[in-house]
Nanobody
Framework: QVHLLESGGGLVQAGGSLRLSCAAS????????VAWFAQAPGKVREFVAA???????SYADSVKGRFTISRDNAQNTVYLQMNSLKPEDTAVYYC????????????????WGQGTQVTVSS
């Protein structure tokens, strides 16, 4: 079992920044692909970014150049640095983990956190 806990969400003005954290406990976290997904009201959960155990990353086109995913395996934590935020980034952000190869499909991921709300005002 891997338990995930997100933090760092909040209310920010357009153009501002937030850093989300995903802290893991349980099994060896460093072996897992970790991803962030965003779910806006009435919409499906969408892929935002992911990072492999070796540190290589993947991003949705909508966040490339604005968001950065990173991991600190010693701290069992994955971060999502969100810059130049836009109102359309408003959503609940979830982190997810799995040992399968990196995928953007949310149903693939076995372990999920409870989510953290990000609200960007215009």
């Amino acid at each position: 079992q891997v338990h995930l806990l997100e933090s760092g969400g909040g209310l920010v003005q357009a153009g501002g920044s937030l850093r989300l954290s995903c802290a893991a406990s349980g099994r060896t976290f460093s072996n897992y692909v970790v991803a962030w997904f965003a779910q806006a009201p009435g919409k499906v959960r969408e892929f935002v970014a992911a990072i492999r155990s070796g540190g290589t990353t993947s991003y949705a086109d909508s966040v490339k150049g604005r968001f950065t995913i990173s991991r600190d395996n010693a701290q069992n934590t994955v971060y999502l640095q969100m810059n130049s935020l836009k109102p359309e980034d408003t959503a609940v952000y979830y982190c997810a983990a799995d040992q399968s190869p990196l995928t953007t499909v949310f149903r693939t991921y076995v372990y999920w956190g409870q989510g953290t709300q990000v609200t960007v005002s215009s």
